[in-house]
């Protein structure tokens, strides 16, 4: 079946450790993005990509990093950096072409502590 | 970054009542889209709208695309227990999309 696959669903981490988040997509869709949601909260676009080897930032960029080498990959790292980590991470993807719908993984869900 | 306003905050309704919930933007959007979000995992897409005054229907569930094509509406009919969760309204634009800030609805039985 076609869709978006993240992992882990549950991801416990030590304080100052950076921490891989990961996501693949079979839909053959160009674009993929990295959302963080916090309880109660909408979501927040982290970062994006249109096209492999290319990503831009979004709205929380800061403490966090993407890289883009596959089509079907867009793995987030959240580094030591990042201030407050802990949170549910949703990736999407979609067609980047007259983009009219994303779709979600499951979701992550990282603690740290 | 853009949000969408969505309206209300949360709900709470009996099974079986009739609930609708709205979303707003300062700006103009081509298309709307409507998701749900059960907890604890991501959100699934239920009704897509491309066209300003159209109106879809995905079972229980009717929304509408303003005509000025900053607002859009989400109907559920005939409540059920499982309905109870988090809906999102978005908007596509330029290379990201933009979501409303959701609508917790909770079905007592």
């Known amino acids: 079946d076609g869709g978006i696959t993240q992992s882990p669903k549950y991801l416990f981490r030590k304080e100052g450790q950076n921490v891989t988040l990961s996501c693949e997509q079979n839909l053959n869709h160009d674009a993929m993005y990295w959302y963080r949601q916090d309880p109660g909260q909408g979501l927040r676009l982290i970062y994006y990509s249109q096209i492999v080897n290319d990503f831009q930032k979004g709205d929380i960029a800061e403490g966090y990093s993407v890289s883009r080498e596959k089509k079907e990959s867009f793995p987030l790292t959240v580094t030591s950096a990042q201030k407050n980590p802990t949170a549910f991470y949703l990736c999407?993807?979609?067609?980047?072409?007259?983009?009219?719908?994303?779709?979600f993984g499951q979701g992550t869900r990282l603690t740290v502590v | 970054g853009q949000q969408l306003n969505q309206s209300p905050q949360s709900m709470f309704i009996q099974e079986g009542e009739d609930v609708s919930m709205n979303c707003t933007s300062s700006?103009?959007?081509?298309?709307w889209l409507w998701y749900k979000q059960d907890p604890g995992e991501g959100p699934v897409l239920l009704i897509a709208l491309y066209k300003a005054g159209e109106l879809t229907s995905n079972g229980r569930l009717t929304a509408q695309f303003g005509i000025t094509r900053k607002d859009s509406f989400l109907n559920i009919s005939a409540s059920i227990p499982s309905d109870v969760g988090i809906y999102f309204c978005?908007?596509?634009?330029?290379?990201?999309?933009?979501f409303g800030t959701g609508t917790s609805l909770t079905v007592i039985p």
């Open positions: 978005a908007g596509p634009t330029g290379n990201q999309f933009y």
């Open positions: 700006s103009i959007f081509n298309t």
């Open positions: 999407a993807s979609s067609r980047r072409q007259d983009i009219v719908e994303a779709f």
